[in-house]
């Protein structure tokens, strides 16, 4: 299983802390920022840009259709503990023209992957 985990004081001024729990899984701590790869089941997350975790997942071979960003608020619960807002997510040829995730089965896909590596 792939993770990216970096520490960074974000433009918020809050830290990003991640630990790995002892089941592999990751803690998070303050706001971050994450790319999702729905299909591998895998994320980046901590950078200072969602485009720099887009960029590192698709060096380790994730496709681009696959990756979705969000801002994950871990002190936060239920859906308030995620926000679907980044750059990345506008792709007008996958029917998603806004910086949100339009589809609710693709949300879902999402919910999944970071509930089993964060959550």
Not at 34 to 63: C, N, P, R, T
Request: proline share 3%; glycine share 10%.
């Amino acid at each position: 299983m792939l993770y990216f985990f970096y520490g960074y004081t974000n433009n918020y001024g809050s830290d990003c802390e991640i630990r790995a729990r002892p089941d592999g899984a990751g803690a998070i701590r303050g706001f971050c920022e994450g790319v999702v790869d729905v299909e591998q089941g895998i994320m980046a997350i901590g950078a200072d840009l969602h485009a720099d975790e887009e960029a590192a997942l698709l060096e380790q071979g994730s496709k681009q259709n696959d990756l979705w960003g969000v801002n994950i608020f871990p002190e936060k619960s239920g859906e308030e503990l995620m926000v679907f807002n980044s750059m990345i997510n506008i792709r007008p040829s996958q029917g998603n023209r806004s910086r949100g995730v339009e589809s609710s089965d693709m949300r879902e896909k999402i919910w999944a992957v970071v509930n089993k590596l964060v959550v």
